[in-house]
């Protein structure tokens, strides 16, 4: 079967079952499917603990739009940041701890999950012509919320992220791009 063809009805599945999130719909749903879609400079932040030491973190972070996977509309934006990066080639693949904070107008929400990222196979380009180096998955253990404010505070839940990511101009210097197409797929408890 051809993979364009899964790919389209795996992600057709996922946007039937999304909520609409807008700042219209102040309650919202249960499953929120959200694009992360754009390029961002990567800049340092400090992210709380994720390697059990007890001491918050220094990340790479990048600030890009977000989008309702359902129906396209702008909704927010989402700072994505990377810690815990291990792996001596990016050609060869990187682990990495990504939290992501979502600010959306119905409140934030701070997911994380344990990273993988691997070299496309062969050449992709995005229908916005943005060519994609690498491809990642995450998914968040047990309760992947991190913490929640207005509608999302007291949140837990799952998260998983499929995306793609442009990583020809990053050298992990302060002002590099990375260039993002990635869907998270949140579902509260």
Do not use: W
């Amino acid at each position: 079967m051809n993979i364009k063809i899964v790919i389209i009805a795996v992600i057709s599945i996922l946007l039937g079952m999304s909520s609409t999130v807008s700042a219209a719909d102040k309650k919202g749903g249960k499953i929120l499917v959200m694009n992360l879609v754009g390029s961002g400079a990567m800049y340092e932040r400090m992210v709380p603990d994720s390697n059990g030491d007890g001491e918050d973190e220094t990340a790479f972070c990048f600030d890009i739009d977000l989008f309702n996977a359902k129906n396209g509309r702008l909704v927010g934006t989402a700072t994505d940041c990377l810690s815990n990066i291990t792996g001596a080639d990016v050609g060869a693949g990187l682990a990495l701890v990504g939290t992501t904070y979502f600010h959306l107008p119905q409140g934030n929400l701070v997911t994380r999950g344990n990273t993988s990222v691997r070299p496309v196979t062969q050449a992709i380009t995005t229908a916005d012509g943005q060519l994609i180096t690498h491809i990642t998955g995450a998914a968040g253990t047990n309760n992947a919320i991190l913490e929640g404010t207005g509608r999302f505070k007291n949140s837990t839940g799952a998260v998983r992220l499929s995306g793609m990511v442009d990583l020809s101009q990053f050298s992990a210097a302060v002002g590099d791009p990375i260039a993002f197409d990635c869907l998270f797929v949140i579902i509260l408890d």
